[in-house]
């Protein structure tokens, strides 16, 4: 007996360790296939160094890319800079006159202008410049007359009130506008920025384009001869005189009177409507006024306005903000420009077209219209170094 059940025994040992065995690897077959299923997941892959909502971008490194320009712009580019994350940039917003001089004088990477430039900026500039829209909004008029929160102004009433003769904010021409409205027997004190501005460029614009008098007096400028009223410098100054001065009047983009609670007036458009100027105002008059734009490569943006376009609901005072740099970095910047920097920039220009522009309208500026931002990507990969093109990241 005690034969027999130690054969049994013996029998049943390599039963047992054929189990265990078996549940051993049973075991590695299951952690093989886990392992095999995070990595398809992306659970083991190092975390992604590429910007949200781009493919194909080998990050340049954090270049450090300084701007100067625009005041218009600046809410944006404040918005902007910190969450462009692939780079440092900074942003000075000294006015697009600023802008434009800091970009001549190659003492920034990119210049920042609400006014395309003009024949006689182009002829200094060391070499070819790139002009990219990168974003729009509207100008208004600024007001403080007490007890009055709702104005009408048209373009050669506004004009005249510039010229100087329109001098009193019961003047009948600002009446005939204003039906019911109590306005009072003070002088008028228009107030303007001093120093070069796209905003004066756009307003001017408007107000050539109204009064034949104004165009061949004074015309459109960045830095235009106002005959009468008070300068200040920045938007920042042409807002805080008006919104501390009585019997003012100014003129700033739409976002800083919005977010600065300051009282703007409606203006005129050409189909005969008052438009009191809002995002949408706006961004109708982008949409109507951004077909058939030169070449971001091409001279000739001096002309380009969207000012006064035909829409029954159009605001009549708009205008593209631009970004301008050099076509060719090296060329122009010599052996101190490198190419991890050229890289960083063309990043940076794409991503203010294509990504950037999901901050815009929360800030009161006008999103790029699609066929507005496919050009200005092309516009960024005509920008070479060393004579060839520079890889930018392409938008999902």
């Known amino acids: ?6 054969d049994e025994k013996m029998v049943q040992k390599p039963s047992g360790s054929s189990t265990g065995m078996y549940a051993i ?32 971008c080998t990050p340049p490194g954090a270049v450090a890319l300084q701007g100067e320009g625009s005041t218009f712009v600046q809410g944006l580019l404040a918005t902007w800079t910190p969450s462009y ?12 006159g600023a802008g434009i001089a800091a970009l001549t ?16 900026q182009r002829g200094p500039l060391p070499g070819p410049v790139v002009t990219i829209p990168e974003t729009a909004g509207g100008v208004v008029l600024i007001y403080n007359v007490p007890g009055v929160t709702t104005l009408n102004f048209s373009g050669p009433v506004v004009a005249s009130i510039y010229m100087g003769t329109v001098k009193m904010w019961n003047d009948p021409a600002i009446a005939a506008l204003n039906p019911g409205v109590s306005l009072p027997a003070q002088s008028i004190v228009p107030v303007f920025r001093s120093d070069g501005s796209g905003t004066s460029f756009a307003f001017t614009d408007f107000l050539s384009k109204d009064s034949s008098t104004w165009a061949s007096t004074i015309g459109k400028s960045t830095s235009p ?19 501390d ?12 009177a919005l977010t600065n609670a300051l009282t703007f007036g409606r203006v005129l458009n050409p189909s005969g409507a ?25 001279p000739d943006w001096y002309n380009v306005s969207l000012i ?21 970095l090296d060329s122009v910047y010599g052996s101190g420009y490198n190419l991890q920097k050229a890289e960083n920039l063309v990043d940076w220009l794409n991503w203010t077209v294509t990504i950037g522009q999901t901050y815009s309208a929360q800030l009161y500026y006008v999103p790029l219209p699609a066929a507005v931002s496919v050009a200005d990507q092309a516009s960024v990969k005509a920008i070479t170094y060393a004579g060839a093109t520079i890889p930018v990241c392409t938008t999902t």
């Open 1 to 6: 007996m005690s034969t027999s059940t130690s």
């Open 25 to 56: 690897i049973a075991v590695i077959v299951i952690v093989v296939l886990l392992v095999l299923v995070a990595w398809g997941a992306g659970w083991l892959t190092p975390k992604s160094t590429t910007p949200k909502g781009v493919t194909n």
């Open 85 to 96: 994350t692939e780079g440092t940039v900074s942003y000075s917003a000294q006015g697009s």
């Open 105 to 120: 004088a190659k003492s920034v990477d990119f210049g920042a202008s609400d006014a395309p430039l003009s024949p006689a």
């Open 225 to 243: 001869a106002f005959p009468v009223g008070s300068g200040e410098h920045g938007t920042s100054g042409v807002g805080g005189f008006v919104k």
């Open 245 to 256: 001065t009585q019997w003012t009047i100014g003129y700033v983009d739409l976002g800083y």
């Open 274 to 298: 008052q438009i009191y100027p809002t995002l949408s105002d706006t961004e109708s008059a982008v949409a109507d006024g951004a077909s058939n734009l030169p070449l971001g490569t091409a």
């Open 308 to 328: 006064n376009q035909p829409g029954a609901t159009d605001y009549p005072i708009v205008t593209f903000s631009y970004l301008m740099v050099y076509k060719s």
